[in-house]
């Protein structure tokens, strides 16, 4: 039949592949199923792990059968004798009962009860082990039942009718191969082919049924397992009433047990959601083949006259082809000669550069020698030639000799009887091998033809690889004596070289069992992979673990095809990677002497198995492997899909084999960004802002512990400037968890030590419920959180006592919220690519033509000052108006930053600007200290409520401004320059904020530490023995002259007003744009308008009416006074008695005589102007009096006020951090003092108001 599966011929074919799409993820997930590409082509490795997992069942079969007979007859009688021999077991190890019962031991302290409870607990011990070993009869064999009935019976039907259409298309291909037709019509021929054609449809149809049942039937074995364990599982309990505790037997084997039996129900439950697509891509699959080898109806491909012409033909058009590609106009536009495709004369479309597939072989068997015909799967792939076979018990692949393309002849054998025969001939040995083949079609034939010829065109004209090119010329034999073809017929002896084959066996310390199995040194390197390998045959172990010995190559053997099938399916999946090939022909000769691959001292024995199957599913894995994962991939909330990951130090593999389907991917770990725990159930592996993939450990898998490795792992690489090595990375890995170990074992402690005491307070209320002690509730706030008060460590208590030291020393403090992790944000703002700086310095130009003018300098390390520093020499702004005391001319100015303290979350760089001087201030130093920091730790209800990302992705961005050796003497020029200099600090930190907003939408909230690194670069350094002072203290000075101060001053406020004015005009003319633009706005203005007017109508009435009366009222008044009416008088009487009066009078008794003296004339005309101008002399002092007192009050209050509250500020830090002190007994008179205090402020703002 037509065969040709290479990934490039059925990459089209959706039915054999199938694609999901990940969630919040572009990319797509590919997988394919192996069997959907093996079953159609009909492979010598799909007969071969069909008839293996066939054989495998019936051994389960088998041990039913056993089960079931044993449970029928002879489970009793052996159940008996063994109670009967654990019986006198126990009487034997003790002296009797009666002997302890006899009273020889009594007066010996407790011998005899020990002895007694000993052996009773011992009895019942041994009981119990005998109910595990006879188990419940009824449930264990119901389980084995449902085994028999809902697993293996199913199977058993479908691979009945498969064997049945397997053996009728066998019987029916090798009578139409073994009719002669020569002579006959061709449409007989045809009429044939389309019957043989019609049983090949069926047979495709159960081969791909036998792939969905055995994909079905691993599962349900699986499950009825599982189920059948349980109901061993819950015998395995001892109660002891005499010891008072629970023994539980097997608890190693059963520890994991629940994780274990969820795990199978989750790949239950993904080959459950599967089913669908499933048997949609069985459709498709058996449509799509059965497209592609329906037989041609051209009665010319049925001619046996014309096969040598057509085939003559076909020579010609490959040469043609051959030659077009090597032309210089098709290599100019590409050399496109490997996908090139020529039509060929049967009209169909096939690889020229590689062909497989099945031919009937001629040769004999036995002595006399007799003619058979056996098939064999060929094959032409990198210029190579060679056979694959099944093995003589039809449970594993076998291969012959391979041999280079230029070592063989085609011709067309015209001689033989049956039809579509070409010889084979191979010359590079003593004697020439001639082997004879047939193809089943004139197609088939024709192709294999036409390949030999392109792959000889292309080695001729050297238009190939010189690897390819010498391989042509060699033969080689198998690698080892398992795989080489143990077939004894007469070619095959002859094609097969294994004289000089080894013992793979042999080499990995295995040995064979009697039943023909092959079984692992328990402590030797190599032990069984449990992998799930795309082809399970009996050799599939042994090829995973013959990696160790000879890499996988891209050349067909029988390695690959027990592992991955007829053609290895990791380069459909890793076709981005570079997949290793043989390189040369000595490395492929090398290979033959198979020289073990020794792991280094330091490699633990458990990964190396593990890193055996790494490189046997990723032929292109570098390094060692440092850590594997088992897991489900996720692609969506409803699927997972189980697998397993491998990490090394540079690429994480996942390889997934679940119900059949079959995937892989590679992650470099320098593209990714960080690895996060989602929903306490799943990783997942970020990259810049996209999800790669989502997966899903056992529930007994510790995350955070995984994902710290794994971030580990990330940050070795991005972070470090010479990464960790292997080694570093296993110890690293071993370290933690140690460390993860001691500390579940304290915290175990702590479980139980809170058990005992919970305990003590369940007795503690039932012996006094009123006073009993409560337990702490969760999500209770302690009483230190309810006032807000956090314990802080030590290295928190450092980190306050730094930030108060500088805001003690500084001018201006400025601080603002940053959503970016701490250390993320050290790297955008430090890193040795940060634009930050300059980009933050507002005194020096940005954009200066002269680039070489601004440099910024690496971190250095000085060793003499334990300090990080770096320089940045930058042009001013404003060259021409600063000059150097030192130099005359001087346009650029040395900044230099020192990082003062670094950690993960706090960091606190020192930026110095240098020397200035300034008329009017003096001369003196700018120093700006920029702190990132963790926001603070929210306490309390408030931190159980918020959600993480507020109270640990958050950061705090401060900056300090210190003026250093100022004088301080100046106010109004020290002030405005303060203010000035604040203002520039506000600047910065405004730009701080956009960029920082800016990184945050470009990184998001994944990864933001890598991707940090990769934006802003490393904060690494360079050694130096230079010192900081002898160049630090020598920069020079930057002097600014008088009028650019002037100009400076006039620019500040002139900008202010032109913005002003500005901003102003913008408003009008915005409001009269719209204004102008919108009809109802300009009616609802009329409208307005209206109302405003007759609004100011009535006002204004109003306000005349007012007037007139005003006036009319103001004039009656002054005819009044003009009349002689009431005068008006400034003046004060004392109760109109004078002050001697009042000395001379007592004040207490009514004076009669006084009275009618100021009733007298001339008191009225002698003493009343005098009083007058006397009472008018008393108001004016009094009011002097009171404006005088009023002042003394208001330069006193100032002060008294500020004393006031500085002496509550002072109480209520004592209140606060020294609540002992405040609380003291003897501390009455502070209280009070303070109570003083806060009355009087209360007073003051008071009388304010």
Known sequence: MSNNPVPEKHENSVEAKKTIPLKDHVHILKLICVGFKESPLDSPSFRASVNYFNQQLETIEHWIEQVIKTKKFKAKDQFEEFQKFQNQLCEILLPPVNFLNSGVLDGTECTPEVLTRFHTTLKQVMEKVFSILKGNPEEYSAQVQLLLEKVVKPYKEVRKNFEYYQVKYDSFLDKYQSAKYHGVDPSTMREDAFQLFEVRKKYLQYSLELVLQIAGTNNRLSEHLVDLLCSLKSENEVFTDDLGSTVVIFTDVLSNFTAAKHWFHTSIAAHKSLIQDIYRARDQVEKSYIAEITPSRNIDHYNLHTVIEKLEEAKKLVKEQVADESSETLLAQGKKQRSAQPISTSGQ?????????????KTTIGVPGRTVWVRRWCFIKNSVFGMLALAPGKNFVQETDKFGVLLTKLKYNHKEDRKFCFELQISGSKDDINIVLQADSYIEMEEWFKCVSYVKEKLVSKNISKDEYELAFLRFPPLYTEYACSSSTSIDNLITTSENCVSLVEKCGAKWTPYGEIIFQEEGMFKTPTIAAPMMTKLTKLSILANNFAPTCDIPNAVTANLWGSVNWCNFFLEDRHVEKLKTSTKYIEQLNGNLRVFPSFYPAKLQNDDL???ALFPMSEGLLIMRLDCALSPNDQQDFQGTCFFTAHDVFFYMNSTGFLSLVTVSISDLASFEIIDDKYISMYKTNELVMKIKVAPDVDLKAVVSKLNYLIENLALKDKPDDEKSLIQKFQKMDRDLDELQKKQTKMLVFYDEKLEYVKKASEVNPGNALQPLQK???????????????????DITRRREKLAQSSLYVSKIDVPIEPQALMHLMFGENSVCFPKMFRFYNQNASDKSSTSVKPWVYYK???????????????????????????SKNVIV???????????????DHGDFYVPFVGTFRVKLFYVISRSPRVSGAAARSAEPSTIYRRSVLEAYMVIDNMDTGRGFWRDFLQNFMEKKVEEEIRVMKQIAHHYYTKMGNHGQLIKSVRIGGKISSRDTQRE??????????IQVHLWVLLRIISFRYLTSFVLFVIVGLKKVLTFFAALLTNITLLNKLVLTLLLLSGLGNLFLLGKSTISYWRVYKASQLANYHKNGGLVMERALYLNDLDLLTQEIVSPNKKDYVYEKFITTKEYETKYKDIRYEIAKRRNDLLVELKILSSMESEVMKGDFAQFVTNELQQCETVRLKYPDVWNDSNSTTLRKYCENCELKINKLEHNLL
């Open 349 to 361: 479309n096939f690889s020229l550069h590689e062909k497989s597939g099945w031919l009937y072989m």
């Open 613 to 615: 199957q790494l490189k």
């Open 779 to 797: 999500n209770q706030p302690t009483p230190a959180e309810k006032f807000g008060i956090v314990n802080l460590n030590i290295a928190e208590a």
């Open 864 to 890: 003499e000052n334990n300090a990080y520093m770096r320089e940045f020499h930058l042009q001013l702004i404003y060259p021409n108006s600063f000059i150097s005391k030192d130099q005359e001319e001087f």
């Open 897 to 911: 930053q020192k990082i003062n303290k670094i950690q993960s979350d706090y960091c606190e760089v020192e930026t």
């Open 1028 to 1037: 900081v002072a002898k160049w630090v203290d020598n920069r020079p000075m």
